[in-house]
Structures are given as structure tokens and as C-alpha cells.
């Protein structure tokens, strides 16, 4: 059996008086962010190593070393949450790839070996994965928002279904008859 490879251990920097009574404040916070910050950084305080207080607070050990290191950059600042929204976007499809999928929609599914005649998001994210628009799966509200970048609305196909028997309306419920509430 070969041995993990043993990352360093990490410790929280030397806390003012100041910073070790907000993070003690912390600890009665309503927010599950700050709560959990503040336990990992107290229990680095107290010298205790990261896998030890991931596995206390049913967490990663990366997620301690965030912790601890955005401590040591920016002070009990590190208590505030951060926007998770990434920096940078990269769209799943480029603009010439986006005008390819817009064309896959003037192609009759059937043709690419599927067994319905009409598109869905989900069946336009499969066939542009499988015919290389895009280099991983993505999901139908990705195609939805490439469309709708390119000014393509989409809607769901309605199904209209009818029937020539006379009394189809009655038998629906469709129409309702007055003499029977009389």
C-alpha cells in the first residue's frame, strides 16, 4: 500500500485580543458561513490540524485551508461571504459553433438516428455533444441560453389532440352543459 502524500500542516496566524473575541461572537452568529469559519479558525487556534477539524465539522480538508489562509490575508474580513459567482465565463458554445447549433434545428432528428421528429432542449444538448459543438455534456438550459444570445426564442412544442367522434368536446370536458345544471 503506497502512503498518501502528506500535505504540511497549516495553522491559523497569532490572533489579536480584538479578532479572537469576534470570532467567540461568531460562534453565536446566525449565518452557517460565519459559524463555520469561525469554528475552523478557533479550533487552528487551539492547535488542532486541519483533517482533524474538517472531520469534527463534517467537512474537507481544503476547505479548512481556505479558511485559514484567507485569515491570513485579509483578518476576521475572511468572516464575510464572497460572491460565488466565477470571474471569468466561458460560453459552452463559441459564435461559429452557436450558428451550427442554430442550423441543427432545421435537421429532422430522425435523420441523426433519433426516434422522435421533434427537438427538445435536453435532445439538442445530446446531439451537439455527440457532433463535437461542444467539448463536454451540457445541459438543455445551456442550449436555451446560446439561443437566446443569438436571438432565438424557444418554445415548447404544443400538442393538439382532436377526434372526429361528435361528442369529443362533451367527453373532455371541454364543454359544459347547462341543462344539467337546470
Avoid at 460565519?34 to 487552528?44: A, E, K, M, P, T
Avoid at 455527440?130 to 446560446?146: C, D, F, I, M, P
Wanted: aromatic share 6%; hydrophobic share 35%.
Amino acid at each position: 500500500m503506497v502512503a498518501a502524500a502528506m500535505r504540511r500542516p497549516i495553522f491559523v496566524r497569532s490572533t489579536t485580543d480584538g479578532e479572537r473575541e469576534q470570532l467567540r461572537a461568531g460562534l453565536r452568529s446566525t449565518d452557517a458561513f460565519v459559524l463555520r469559519r469561525c469554528q475552523i479558525l478557533l479550533g487552528s487556534g487551539r492547535g488542532q490540524r486541519a483533517p482533524e477539524i474538517a472531520r469534527n465539522l463534517g467537512c474537507s480538508d481544503q476547505t479548512v485551508r481556505n479558511a485559514i489562509v484567507a485569515f491570513g490575508e485579509s483578518g476576521v474580513g475572511c468572516l464575510v461571504k464572497g460572491s460565488s459567482v466565477p470571474h471569468t465565463v466561458y460560453p459552452a458554445f463559441g459564435a461559429e459553433q452557436g450558428e451550427k447549433l442554430r442550423a441543427l434545428f432545421r435537421v429532422d432528428p430522425r435523420s441523426l438516428g433519433k426516434e422522435t421528429s421533434l427537438w427538445t432542449l435536453g435532445l439538442a444538448a445530446e446531439v451537439s455533444f455527440e457532433q463535437g459543438l461542444t467539448a463536454t455534456r451540457v445541459s438543455g438550459e445551456t442550449v436555451r441560453a446560446t439561443l437566446a444570445r443569438l436571438g432565438v426564442r424557444w418554445q415548447r412544442a404544443k400538442q393538439w389532440i382532436t377526434s372526429p367522434d361528435p361528442d369529443y368536446t362533451r367527453k373532455r370536458g371541454l364543454e359544459t352543459d347547462l341543462s344539467v345544471l337546470r
